[in-house]
Structure formats: structure tokens, C-alpha cells
């Protein structure tokens, strides 16, 4: 991108993530940053070695980080991001995290908990006032986890006002950005600490990657070293290609989310209407919806295995449309109904969605 002047109004965010990261325009050289395959460097320089660093993750690191507005650092996947930032805690500290986290999140810090490491603090992210109580009761307490909307309940957080009150008590905050994106939410601006991806979903965006990122503030230097000696020591850095794939997926971000938030919300208004729906869930913003339908277990399992274009699948953030039933993994919270479907609404046109799903659902009356 060509070096901004304090005359230059700032960019846009579908423009950032189109322009931000490239390599500065110089005559026959590539527009886009290479696939840089490379375990060492000639020494001397700043990376030295291929796991302290390498110029693809650099590229989609910046990209991320100045839509985020912080410095991204890029993960082998978000659970490589989530347990780094776990291993932050101080022994014996406490983690207060929504109940209805990504069921992965739950498992780590149960994990973590096991061992000896840390206390874990599930509470319901959706009342403020428990939220506050449940950090100023607890002395060891030293991260707020949030995740907003949340996995798969959509739950939304007051970011900002809990992020004020965990100041106020010295406490850390991280927000799972993963629903939301960068587009739609910037925790950083709302008083986060750290932001959390799993890049695997909307930023890399076809189903083919696994990678993650944290982000921290512009000015925080000693956690993004911190995070950075973390991941040098652990090793769980992304593979070079995955890194170029999720810096594609990043420059078309805008265009895939815009796209597919407009899916999402029909959907969700026609699914309220259909008998076989008890309930829907759509936070009024973003691609992902959850219905819970008549009938429980059941009656999911049957609409999951009778759809011609949604494909039965974990995960989401893909151009494609998919859908799970969420309780099929033990680990999911017991809290969360039988019946549930998380619907990880695609680009493909909303009358074909809605044909195929709406069939599925009439076989079920
Ligand atoms: N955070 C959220 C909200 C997720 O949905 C997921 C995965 O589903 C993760 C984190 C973990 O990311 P990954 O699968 O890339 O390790």
C-alpha cells in the first residue's frame, strides 16, 4: 500500500481489506505477497529462523491488525490462539468466559482448570450486572473472556461496559471476534485487551484452511511480545500457504459477509414463520442464525440428512451454506436445546436456501 501522509483521510474498511498488507508498488513486482517457503533466512536480518517468522504471515498480520485496528499476530488455528492466551494466566488465576463459549473454549479452560492452572467462571454473557458481580467476587480473578455473539446461542455482550468495569478491577479482557469479524465488530475500540479469530471461518472463508490470529492495541508492545515469545517457544505458527489462502479470503471479506448477512436475515424472518420452528436466533447482524426446530434431537437429526444444497457439516464461515446440529458433540454445554441448528448461512442465491431448508422442514410437520 503506498505510505499514507498525514493529509490522507483515513480508509475505509472494505478498502483496507483489499489494499492493506501488499508489498509497495514497485515496477514488476507482484501485487500480491508470494507463498514464502522458507524454514531459515540468511543471517543477520530480523527473522533468522522459519519459526520466529516468515514475509506471507507478516503480509496477512498486517492486513488483519489494520482492520482490527491493532497488530495482529497469525496462529496455526484459533484454538492455537486461545490456549497461547490462556497460557497467560498466571497460575491460580481466574477466568470468568460465557457459558455458551465455542464448546472448544470451554474444553481448554476445563482442561487448563485440571491441571491445576487456572479457575474457570462460566456465566451467562448476557447479563451485565452477573457478569460484574462474578469479577468483583472473585480476588484471583485476571481475564474476561468474552465471545460475542456467542457459539452457537448468539448471545450478544455489552463489550464495552464490561470491558470499563474489568479495568476498574484490573482485569484483562479478550473478545472472540470470530462471529462478528472485523467489519462488523472492533473490540479493541470498544476497551478489549486482545481479540481472538479463528481465521478458519469468515476471513479465510472457503472451508479450506485452519488458521487462527490474536490482535492487540497499536501501543501494547509488551503482550504482543509476550504472545509472539509464546508462539516462538510453542511452535504454533500457521503454515506459509495457509496464511497466503487466508489473506485471499480477507481481501473479499466485505463482499462475501455483506452478501451473506442479507441471506442470513431473510432466512431468519422466513424460518420464525415455519410450524416446525420453535425458535430462531439471529442477533440482527452477521451469517450466522440458529433455529431450534419442533421435536428435539430427533427432528433434527432427520432435517440435517434431507437437504439437497445445505450440507450437514461442523464449522462455518464458508461461501457455501452449511448447517449442524450442535448437540451431536458431547462437549457441547447441556444448556444448549437438543434441537438446535446452527445454520451457516452461504452467497448462493437466498431462493434456492430457502427452497431447499423449507422443504426439509414441511417433511417434518
Ligand atoms: N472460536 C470460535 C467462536 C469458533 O467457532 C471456533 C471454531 O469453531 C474457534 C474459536 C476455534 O477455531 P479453530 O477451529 O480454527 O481452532
Request: aromatic share 6%; hydrophobic share 45%.
Amino acid at each position: 500500500m503506498p505510505a499514507a501522509d498525514s493529509s490522507t483521510p483515513p480508509l475505509r474498511p472494505a478498502t483496507i481489506a483489499v489494499t492493506a498488507g501488499r508489498p509497495p508498488h514497485t515496477p514488476d513486482e507482484p501485487l500480491n505477497v508470494p507463498v514464502t517457503m522458507a524454514s531459515t533466512y540468511v543471517a543477520g536480518g530480523d527473522l533468522e529462523y522459519g519459526r520466529y517468522g516468515n514475509p506471507t504471515w507478516t503480509a496477512f498480520e498486517d492486513a488483519l491488525g489494520a482492520l482490527e485496528g491493532g497488530r495482529a499476530l497469525a496462529f496455526s488455528s484459533g484454538m492455537a490462539a486461545i490456549t497461547t492466551l490462556l497460557d497467560l494466566v498466571g497460575h491460580g488465576g481466574s477466568v470468568v468466559a460465557p457459558r455458551h463459549s465455542y464448546s472448544g473454549t470451554i474444553a481448554a479452560l476445563a482442561d487448563f482448570e485440571a491441571r491445576g492452572r487456572l479457575r474457570a467462571q462460566l456465566v451467562d454473557i448476557t447479563d451485565t450486572e452477573a457478569v460484574v458481580k462474578a469479577m468483583e467476587d472473585d480476588e484471583d480473578c485476571a481475564l474476561l473472556w468474552l465471545e460475542s455473539p456467542t457459539n452457537p446461542a448468539l448471545e450478544l455482550a455489552d463489550v464495552a461496559t464490561l470491558a470499563e468495569h474489568a479495568h476498574r478491577l484490573g482485569i484483562q479482557v479478550v473478545v472472540d471476534n470470530t462471529f462478528a469479524t472485523p467489519l462488523l465488530q472492533q473490540p479493541l475500540a470498544l476497551g478489549a485487551d486482545v481479540v481472538v479469530h479463528s481465521a478458519t471461518k469468515f476471513i479465510a472463508g472457503h472451508s479450506d484452511v485452519l488458521m487462527g490470529a490474536l490482535v492487540v492495541g497499536t501501543d501494547a508492545a509488551e503482550v504482543h511480545a509476550a504472545l509472539k515469545g509464546r508462539r516462538d517457544l510453542a511452535g504454533s505458527v500457521p503454515g506459509t500457504f495457509e496464511a497466503w489462502l487466508s489473506l485471499r479470503g480477507l481481501r473479499t471479506l466485505h463482499v462475501r459477509l455483506e452478501r451473506a448477512s442479507a441471506n442470513a436475515a431473510e432466512l431468519a424472518a422466513r424460518l420464525r414463520e415455519h410450524p416446525a420452528v420453535d425458535d430462531v436466533r439471529y442477533p440482527g447482524f452477521g451469517a450466522i442464525t440458529s433455529l431450534v426446530v419442533h421435536g428435539g434431537a430427533d427432528a433434527a437429526d432427520r432435517l440435517v440428512r434431507s437437504t439437497a444444497l445445505w450440507v450437514h457439516a461442523t464449522s462455518l464461515g464458508g461461501v457455501e451454506s452449511t448447517f449442524e446440529r450442535r448437540r451431536r458433540w458431547k462437549l457441547e454445554a447441556a444448556t444448549i436445546p437438543e434441537g438446535l441448528v446452527r445454520l451457516s448461512v452461504g452467497i448462493e442465491d437466498v431462493e434456492d436456501l430457502w427452497e431447499d431448508l423449507r422443504g426439509a422442514l414441511d417433511r417434518l410437520v
